[in-house]
Nanobody, 123 residues
Framework: QVQPVESGGGLVQAGDSLRLSCTVS??????MGWFRQAPGKEREFLAA????????YYADSVKGRFTISRDNAKNTAYLQMASMKPEDTAVYYC??????????????????WGQGTQVTVSS
């Protein structure tokens, strides 16, 4: 069974940096993405990376502050977040296994989801 597992969430102050990790079980290498969901809001795309790491995608809202990367030897993707703001507070989800490479910015574009990790940014 393929199961992404997120780690690295927590409480940080505005302006701090934080790195999230997502490790996927199994041997296959997948396209991977990061999303977040704040209370009362829809799940929001943040960043995605192709299985070979050669292409990345970002939401305009985080471009320049967040960086996605991966280490295929560890089956792990990362989301490095900088200059964090209180509005970044949300549950952050990792997704893996694209159903459609043209839909990597959409939740429906992925087969497998992690349980989420809470990120809270205090002002």
């Amino acid at each position: 069974q393929v199961q992404p597992v997120e780690s690295g969430g927590g409480l940080v102050q505005a302006g701090d940096s934080l790195r999230l990790s997502c490790t996927v079980s199994g041997r296959a290498t997948y396209d991977m993405g990061w999303f977040r969901q704040a209370p009362g809001k829809e799940r929001e795309f943040l960043a995605a990376i192709r299985y070979n790491g050669l292409r990345t995608y970002y939401a305009d809202s985080v471009k320049g502050r967040f960086t996605i990367s991966r280490d295929n030897a560890k089956n792990t993707a990362y989301l490095q977040m900088a200059s964090m703001k209180p509005e970044d507070t949300a549950v952050y989800y990792c997704a893996a296994g694209s159903t459609d490479v043209t839909a990597l910015t959409l939740p429906r574009g992925y087969l497998y989801w992690g349980q989420g990790t809470q990120v809270t940014v205090s002002s």
